[in-house]
């Protein structure tokens, strides 16, 4: 696996957790891209967005606009991916205890 691809896992994952320890499952793409940079994933907000975007694809997360901003929320299945109750191929799954 390729170092991109292997970022690409990483930040998916973490998108979903943070999802997972937002009030309300809920978090937009500006708030993620920020907090991205904190874990060591310095993704720009189209890189964000287009993450979200596959998130979306594979029925993880849902997306509204609202205001300007990309509107994002787990999904029941997004948040099991996010504990490692379930695996789900492109997305890391998190270490034990993490």
Do not use: C
């Amino acid at each position: 696996m390729s170092y991109a691809d292997e970022l690409r896992e990483h930040a998916r994952i973490a998108i979903l957790r943070m999802l997972e320890d937002a009030p309300r499952y809920t978090s937009n793409v500006s708030m993620m891209t920020d907090l991205l940079q904190t874990f060591g994933i310095g993704y720009t907000r189209d890189q964000v967005s287009g993450e979200v975007t596959w998130l979306k694809e594979q029925g993880l997360v849902t997306i509204e606009h609202m205001a300007g901003f990309l509107v994002v929320t787990a999904t029941v299945r997004g948040v099991e991916v996010a504990r490692g109750v379930v695996t789900y191929p492109g997305v890391q799954r998190p270490r034990p205890g993490a």
